[in-house]
């Protein structure tokens, strides 16, 4: 097991508040605790929280009211490395990471459903955390025509995250399929192989319309919970 390489701790928290306001657990208008109090109740240095919220403040998520603090702006979230993440701890949000467990360039297996131009994909198998809490496996099969070879050093916390900066991909879209399934063999502890578990397959899109990762996840059901609000 390998952890992949930590975002900057101030875009963790950027965009860990961009997905809670893509998730509408903030909503346009909230006001954010005293920055003091936030950047406690986070645990990080409140010049941290500050490069966080200047982050936000410049892609429009938040504005800044002199004397009365900052306040909630309703943006577009499709550009969020986080937007298209549903799990949350049982008590609503949490900070996510991944542990890479195996990344490799393969054939495409048949029971893959058919998805972008090469027969090739890249399989990358992760431990997901909330909050540094083990909750899920994940298997994600990156389509082999945009990149020839990933290093294991290359990939961040947030996979979209690489797709963005490191091959101006964008995931636009995806179809989410929600059921149960058993652990895969090649979950590792905590977790336990062979336990039933929500279970979650998805195709996604880029910002050209071409389906361009199919991927698969299992979840504990007592540490985490799928989560998708209408606003």
Known sequence: MQKTNALP????????LIRDIA???????????????????????????RKALAELTAQGYLERVQGSGNYVRQSDSSSNIYAFFRLELPGGGGLPT????SLERRKKPSDLPGFGRSDEGHRIRRLRRLNDI?????????????????????????????????LGLRISRAEDRIGAAEAPEWTPPPLSPGRNCGFIERISW???????????????????????RLK
């Open 134 to 166: 083990p909750i899920a496996v994940e298997e994600i099969w990156l389509d082999g025509s945009y990149v020839d070879h990933i290093a294991p050093d290359d990939l961040a916390d947030a996979l979209y995250y690489y797709y963005k900066n490191r």
């Open 23 to 49: 998730a509408g657990r903030l909503i346009n208008g909230d006001r954010l605790p005293a920055e003091r109090e936030m950047a406690g109740d986070l645990g990080i240095a409140v010049g941290t929280l």
């Open 98 to 101: 991944a542990d890479l467990l």
């Open 9 to 16: 701790r101030y875009v963790e928290i950027s965009e860990m």
């Open 206 to 228: 880029e910002q050209h319309g071409a389906s361009a990762e199919y991927s698969r996840t299992w979840f504990d059901p007592a540490r985490a919970v799928y989560i998708s």
